[in-house]
């Protein structure tokens, strides 16, 4: 028995400290400036007593007033190093340890610590200047705070990482920027403090230096977002400002220029405070001090469409179109809301009156342009979230909103009638009624005409505090369930067309499974086509599925069922046999591509024809690397988001949107049909993936498509022709006899020559694959899959009238790129032509 089986069950524990040694160890080897900046900070609240007395290091600030009025020089560096309180050092040292430990991996320590000081610097002088010079502004000071002296580390710590961004990888960079940008704009805009606007001032100086320092580098002005990224982001903006103005209720009402907005989600009711000027001051401060400006009721009912919108921006990520209905909604409905109090009269603005007209141009950037334009952009974007609910989730949160309605209106109503003592005066059913109502929205969403009752005690007092909060709970409770209800293909469809696969099928049927396609079948559901409608053309995905004998069976029919619906039909990558079947019955043909497959019985590496793939597999083998087969389902929360990052980076490393069509996503990776091969490192990083699709014969698993190939930009090289071979091994070994390494899209088998070819669709077919050359690299890709020595297989387009080329010509364009804009078709226009050059 080993020493392993007979150690106690806490011997684990000792075993785990010794690892944490040397872990430490090389964090203060990688990271000696992040390290030193948190002891450092640490070090600065111990001796000036901020760690146990908040603001009594103020001493040590800065600011207009503190460094240049009061001549105290020195706090320009202090402010940098002296937090001003426990919570704030805290949040330095986690900053510190973390993401300014991410750029000084990126910077290297010398950089970095110079530009610590470089940019905390000229962040706090900068800061200092603009902010006397807007005290200096009549009109901005009632949005510029009086100074308070400035303590803050992650000035410079902000600085350092926006210029550290530069060297990151294009989908780091990327995020690091937006979200960095994003926090740091949402406490300046909103809570306005000085700190924000410093620390934001000196983010701002750190990525110019960046640029400075990055300059040379290639970079894109612009980045392709995969949907995902897209969704990320559109969600990050909802969710920034949903919590901006909660930041500026709770940092006191808040300063910044958009804290203004803060107006309309305060618990105040507008009509009851206006009953002030004709009721006894006593009783009106007792009856709304208790009635409306307290309590924890009237304040979640008045932040309800900041809730709402935080809500909606958790769905937005995840592509839910009923995040998405909720966000427009609400966005639309905050802009409109400060336009219709203008027209009412209830709001009035005298512009440029008494130094008001910059608070009043602020406040409509905060209350109407900001929503609108967010509201805008997803509506623009809106294709990004198709994640529908399932119709029975729908009904089912359409009864219990319209229930929960009915039972809390119904019970307030019940309670005020019971409770009309409790009153300020006499109510008459309408204005029972009108309260009742009321209380189910924020009050500035409300707009009654005259004023309002309202009760002051007892069981009616509660109702009216809290039914409508309660209401709303419901409400965002049913959509976060609602979230989680997603609607899929149809199970019976999808289920049907995957029992005819495994029946038999070519290395390429299975793309028919994909999301976007729909299925026809015969009449006795023997034969089956995979087909992606674009406008009118019908564009059937691989060769159909089909008894032997009965394939030209299928073509028909599959041809009359689309003359049938007006579509003109269109068969995209068929392979020979296929192809005789069409040209018999009259259809002509285009080349698209060729699939290059490997045959695996006896199948060796060996020989000198085989070295450069033995090579990278024997040079990976000995480095520690591994092949780990898996499914998306089995993989570890590390692993999966290892995978995502992989392809995220991959996807923003393009200036050219994701294409689709035969060509897999993320999204194909999560059948669970599909396998997944990943190159693992001795540090368990995942180095690259590929995804692999079966095919069948007579109900046997036979072969395998590769589909998916990401790996990372920096990772080591040789990585693709070790999984690749792995695969080719190790699926030997099942007993599959054929490996496709798929089809190069719009690539000619260069030793096939091409006759007939008609003109328009041939010229439309090279000038799409010289286009899209110099950003996927289909060329080289069909270059590199020669190393394994496959046979080819040529793919064609089969039509039946030149007269239609040009729309299946567009179809096909829009189904390898159905998110291009035309902003992105000029930029596939340049690529081009670059790579011409």
Same mark, same amino acid.
């Given at each position: 028995?080993?020493?392993?089986?007979?150690?106690?069950? =806490?011997?684990?524990?000792?075993?785990?400290?010794?690892?944490?040694?040397?872990?430490?160890?090389?964090?203060?080897?990688?990271?000696?400036?992040?390290?030193?900046?948190?002891?450092?900070?640490? /070090?600065?609240?111990?001796?000036?007593?901020?760690?146990?007395?908040?603001?009594?290091?103020?001493?040590?600030?800065?600011?207009?007033?503190?460094?240049?009025?009061?001549?105290?020089?020195?706090?320009?560096?202090?402010?940098?190093?002296?937090?001003?309180?426990?919570?704030?050092?805290?949040?330095?040292?986690?900053?510190?340890?973390?993401?300014?430990?991410?750029?000084?991996?990126?910077?290297?320590?010398?950089?970095?610590?110079?530009?610590?000081?470089?940019?905390?610097?000229?962040?706090?002088?900068?800061?200092?200047?603009?902010?006397?010079?807007?005290?200096?502004?009549?009109?901005?000071?009632?949005?510029?705070?009086?100074?308070?002296?400035?303590?803050?580390?992650?000035?410079?710590?902000?600085?350092?990482?926006?210029?550290?961004?530069?060297?990151?990888?294009?989908?780091?960079?990327?995020?690091?920027?937006?979200?960095?940008?994003?926090?740091?704009?949402?406490?300046?805009?909103?809570? =306005?403090?000085?700190?924000?606007?410093?620390?934001?001032?000196?983010?701002?100086?750190?990525?110019?230096?960046?640029?400075?320092?990055?300059?040379?580098?290639?970079?894109?002005?612009?980045?392709?977002?995969?949907?995902?990224?897209?969704?990320?982001?559109?969600?990050?903006?909802?969710?920034?400002?949903?919590?901006?103005?909660?930041?500026?209720?709770?940092?006191? =009402?808040?300063?910044?220029?958009?804290?203004?907005?803060?107006?309309?989600?305060?618990?105040?009711?507008?009509?009851?405070?206006?009953?002030?000027?004709?009721?006894?001051?006593?009783?009106?401060?007792?009856?709304?001090?208790?009635?409306?400006?307290?309590?924890?009721?009237?304040?979640?009912?008045?932040?309800?469409?900041?809730?709402?919108?935080?809500?909606?921006?958790?769905?937005?990520?995840?592509?839910?179109?009923?995040?998405?209905?909720?966000?427009?909604?609400?966005?639309?409905?905050?802009?409109?809301?400060?336009?219709?109090?203008?027209?009412?009269?209830?709001?009035?603005?005298?512009?440029?009156?008494?130094?008001?007209?910059?608070?009043?141009?602020?406040?409509?950037?905060?209350?109407?342009?900001?929503?609108?334009?967010?509201?805008?952009?997803?509506?623009?974007?809106?294709?990004?979230?198709?994640?529908?609910?399932?119709?029975?989730?729908?009904?089912?949160?359409?009864?219990?909103?319209?229930?929960?309605?009915?039972?809390?209106?119904?019970?307030?109503?019940?309670?005020?009638?019971?409770?009309?003592?409790?009153?300020?005066?006499?109510?008459?059913?309408?204005?029972?009624?009108?309260?009742?109502?009321?209380?189910?929205?924020?009050?500035?969403?409300?707009?009654?005409?005259?004023?309002?009752?309202?009760?002051?005690?007892?069981?009616?007092?509660? &109702?009216?505090?809290?039914?409508?909060?309660?209401?709303?709970?419901?409400?965002?409770?049913?959509?976060?369930?609602?979230?989680?209800?997603?609607?899929?293909?149809?199970?019976?469809?999808?289920?049907?067309?995957?029992?005819?696969?495994?029946?038999?099928?070519?290395?390429?049927?299975?793309?028919?499974?994909?999301?976007?396609?729909?299925?026809?079948?015969?009449?006795?559901?023997?034969?089956?086509?995979?087909?992606?409608?674009?406008?009118?053309?019908?564009?059937?995905?691989?060769?159909?599925?089909?008894?032997?004998?009965?394939?030209?069976?299928?073509?028909?029919?599959?041809?009359?069922?689309?003359?049938?619906?007006?579509?003109?039909?269109?068969?995209?990558?068929?392979?020979?046999?296929?192809?005789?079947?069409?040209?018999?019955?009259?259809?002509?043909?285009?080349?698209?591509?060729?699939?290059?497959?490997?045959?695996?019985?006896?199948?060796?590496?060996?020989?000198?024809?085989?070295?450069?793939?033995?090579?990278?597999?024997?040079?990976?083998?000995?480095?520690?690397?591994? /092949?780990?087969?898996?499914?998306?389902?089995?993989?570890?929360?590390?692993?999966?988001?290892?995978?995502?990052?992989?392809?995220?980076?991959?996807?923003?490393?393009?200036?050219?949107?994701?294409?689709?069509?035969?060509?897999?996503?993320?999204?194909?990776?999560?059948?669970?049909?599909?396998?997944?091969?990943?190159?693992?490192?001795?540090?368990?990083?995942?180095?690259?993936?590929?995804?692999?699709?079966?095919?069948?014969?007579?109900?046997?698993?036979?072969?395998?498509?590769?589909?998916?190939?990401?790996?990372?930009?920096?990772?080591?090289?040789?990585?693709?022709?070790?999984?690749?071979?792995?695969?080719?091994?190790?699926?030997?070994?099942?007993?599959?006899?054929?490996?496709?390494?798929?089809?190069?899209?719009?690539?000619?088998?260069?030793?096939?020559?091409?006759?007939?070819?008609?003109?328009?669709?041939?010229?439309?077919?090279?000038?799409?694959?010289?286009?899209?050359?110099?950003?996927?690299?289909?060329?080289?890709?069909?270059?590199?899959?020669?190393?394994?020595?496959?046979?080819?297989?040529?793919?064609?387009?089969?039509?039946?009238?030149?007269?239609?080329?040009?729309?299946?010509?567009?179809?096909? =364009?829009?189904?390898?790129?159905?998110?291009?804009?035309?902003?992105?078709?000029? &930029?596939?226009?340049?690529?081009?032509?670059?790579?011409?050059?």
């Amino acid at each position: 028995m080993s020493e392993t089986a007979t150690a106690a069950p =806490g011997a684990r524990t000792p075993s785990r400290l010794r690892a944490v040694g040397p872990y430490l160890r090389r964090y203060l080897a990688r990271n000696p400036v992040a390290v030193s900046a948190a002891v450092i900070v640490i /070090a600065a609240a111990a001796a000036t007593g901020s760690l146990w007395n908040d603001g009594g290091a103020l001493v040590w600030g800065a600011g207009p007033l503190a460094t240049f009025a009061s001549g105290r020089w020195w706090t320009v560096l202090t402010a940098l190093v002296v937090p001003d309180s426990a919570v704030d050092a805290a949040a330095s040292v986690l900053l510190a340890l973390t993401v300014l430990a991410y750029g000084e991996r990126l910077l290297g320590a010398r950089r970095t610590a110079l530009l610590l000081a470089v940019t905390g610097l000229a962040g706090l002088l900068l800061g200092i200047g603009l902010h006397a010079v807007a005290w200096t502004v009549t009109d901005l000071r009632p949005v510029v705070a009086a100074e308070v002296p400035v303590l803050d580390p992650t000035t410079p710590i902000a600085g350092a990482v926006m210029a550290a961004s530069a060297f990151a990888t294009t989908l780091w960079r990327r995020r690091l920027r937006l979200v960095g940008f994003a926090l740091l704009a949402l406490f300046a805009l909103y809570a =306005g403090d000085a700190d924000s606007w410093y620390r934001l001032t000196a983010a701002a100086i750190g990525l110019a230096v960046g640029a400075v320092l990055a300059r040379g580098r290639e970079r894109r002005s612009w980045h392709r977002s995969s949907t995902r990224e897209s969704r990320t982001l559109l969600a990050l903006l909802v969710a920034v400002v949903g919590s901006g103005p909660i930041v500026a209720l709770v940092s006191g =009402g808040g300063r910044g220029p958009l804290s203004l907005v803060v107006d309309a989600y305060t618990q105040y009711d507008d009509e009851v405070l206006a009953q002030c000027g004709t009721v006894a001051a006593s009783v009106c401060d007792e009856q709304v001090a208790l009635l409306m400006t307290r309590g924890a009721g009237p304040a979640l009912l008045a932040i309800t469409p900041l809730v709402l919108l935080l809500v909606a921006a958790w769905g937005l990520r995840q592509g839910r179109r009923a995040a998405w209905v909720v966000a427009v909604f609400v966005l639309v409905a905050s802009a409109v809301l400060p336009l219709v109090s203008l027209a009412d009269g209830r709001l009035r603005i005298d512009p440029w009156v008494d130094g008001s007209g910059a608070e009043y141009v602020l406040w409509a950037i905060a209350s109407v342009v900001i929503p609108l334009v967010l509201a805008a952009a997803l509506v623009i974007a809106r294709a990004r979230f198709s994640v529908r609910a399932t119709p029975k989730a729908a009904k089912a949160v359409a009864v219990v909103l319209t229930g929960a309605f009915l039972a809390c209106a119904t019970t307030l109503f019940a309670v005020e009638a019971i409770g009309k003592r409790a009153f300020d005066r006499e109510v008459s059913f309408f204005d029972l009624l009108s309260v009742t109502l009321r209380r189910f929205l924020p009050p500035a969403f409300t707009h009654p005409g005259g004023s309002t009752a309202f009760p002051h005690s007892g069981p009616a007092l509660f &109702a009216y505090q809290w039914i409508g909060v309660l209401f709303w709970i419901i409400v965002v409770a049913s959509i976060l369930w609602l979230y989680r209800r997603v609607q899929r293909p149809d199970a019976g469809d999808d289920g049907r067309y995957r029992d005819l696969l495994r029946r038999g099928s070519d290395t390429l049927g299975f793309l028919g499974t994909w999301s976007g396609n729909r299925h026809w079948y015969s009449e006795d559901g023997e034969c089956a086509v995979a087909y992606r409608l674009s406008g009118d053309v019908a564009l059937a995905v691989a060769d159909p599925l089909a008894p032997a004998g009965r394939r030209p069976e299928a073509l028909r029919g599959f041809t009359d069922y689309c003359v049938e619906h007006g579509w003109i039909p269109a068969f995209y990558s068929v392979h020979a046999d296929t192809l005789r079947d069409l040209v018999d019955l009259g259809w002509r043909h285009v080349p698209v591509g060729v699939e290059t497959v490997m045959d695996l019985p006896g199948l060796t590496f060996a020989g000198k024809a085989w070295q450069k793939v033995r090579q990278p597999l024997t040079r990976a083998e000995r480095e520690g690397y591994t /092949a780990v087969w898996s499914r998306w389902h089995e993989l570890t929360v590390s692993q999966a988001s290892q995978v995502v990052a992989i392809d995220e980076e991959w996807v923003a490393d393009r200036a050219l949107p994701e294409m689709g069509f035969t060509l897999g996503s993320l999204d194909e990776l999560r059948d669970r049909d599909v396998r997944l091969l990943l190159a693992v490192g001795p540090d368990e990083r995942i180095e690259a993936v590929t995804s692999w699709m079966p095919s069948w014969t007579d109900g046997e698993i036979t072969g395998w498509t590769l589909d998916f190939m990401r790996r990372r930009t920096d990772g080591p090289n040789g990585m693709m022709e070790f999984l690749i071979a792995k695969a080719a091994l190790q699926l030997q070994e099942e007993g599959a006899t054929l490996l496709s390494l798929s089809g190069a899209p719009l690539a000619d088998d260069p030793e096939e020559a091409v006759e007939g070819d008609p003109a328009p669709l041939r010229a439309l077919l090279r000038w799409l694959a010289e286009v899209l050359e110099p950003a996927y690299g289909f060329a080289s890709l069909f270059r590199f899959k020669g190393k394994f020595r496959p046979r080819y297989r040529p793919l064609a387009l089969a039509y039946r009238d030149p007269l239609q080329l040009p729309g299946i010509g567009a179809a096909v =364009g829009r189904a390898y790129l159905p998110d291009a804009s035309r902003r992105e078709m000029v &930029a596939l226009a340049r690529t081009a032509w670059e790579g011409r050059r």
